[in-house]
């Protein structure tokens, strides 16, 4: 069946340091990926989306990777600091019938 | 500022009893997705709606209906609430036809069936 997996429940960095959050998925090509933050008792909201024509995408701090030969995506936060303590989650329409369907997602501490 | 909005923010009700969750989206998006969120399950879909009175099955749609009668209204319905839909419940709303397209959320609607 196909799947997303958030390799790391909990990741705790320390501030000044880039946090890396991994997110693979199996049995499908998607034409995008998309990650979002939650903070708690919220919705997600958007950060970014990469094509699967295009290797990286970076917005301020963050940057974002797409291998598609290895089924993975790489989502890194440098200088990070302690309001980018939050849950992530990475997106995939995995049926190319725009149906979102996420990773459970990595909850992310960043330590003073 | 782009807007959805859940009609409530925390609710309990009983168990067998009828429950209405309300969404509606300032966007004029086509497509309205319900969610539930459970720890160590993620997000997972339970109904998707692309147009006024079309609905599609989510991954789990047992015990849920929905209903679509405006473009910017879509309501779940739990027929007879169990405790096992305890739950945080998330709409969102996107654009349809643009792939790569992101999803705008409400601010979730936690339920606890006692």
């Known amino acids: 069946s196909q799947k997303i997996e958030q390799n790391s429940e909990a990741l705790n960095i320390q501030e000044g340091k880039t946090a890396t959050l991994t997110c693979n998925y199996t049995n499908y090509s998607p034409a995008y990926l998309q990650w979002y933050r939650q903070d708690p008792g919220r919705g997600p909201v958007f950060l970014l989306l990469i094509r699967e024509n295009e290797k990286e995408k970076r917005k301020e701090r963050l940057k974002v990777t797409f291998d598609t030969t290895l089924k993975q995506s790489l989502f890194h936060i440098t200088a990070s600091q302690p309001a980018d303590s939050a849950t992530y989650l990475c997106?995939?329409?995995?049926?190319?019938?725009?149906?979102?369907?996420f990773g459970t997602g990595t909850r992310l501490t960043i330590i003073p | 500022d782009v807007k959805v909005t859940q009609s409530s923010r925390y609710l309990v009700k009983r168990t067998g009893e009828k429950v209405f969750l309300e969404c509606v989206q300032d966007m004029d998006h086509e497509n309205m997705f319900w969610y539930r969120q459970d720890p160590g399950l993620g997000l997972r879909l339970i109904y998707f709606s692309y147009d006024v009175k079309m609905k599609e099955k989510g991954d789990i749609p047992e015990g849920y209906s929905v209903s679509r009668e405006k473009k910017e209204r879509f309501s779940l319905i739990l027929e007879s609430a169990s405790t096992n839909q305890t739950s945080m419940y998330l709409c969102?709303?996107?654009?349809?036809?643009?792939?790569?397209?992101?999803?705008?959320f409400g601010q979730g609607t936690r339920l606890t069936v006692v």
């Open positions: 969102a709303s996107s654009i349809m036809g643009r792939i790569n397209t992101e999803a705008f």
């Open positions: 997106a995939l329409d995995l049926r190319g019938n725009e149906k979102l369907t």
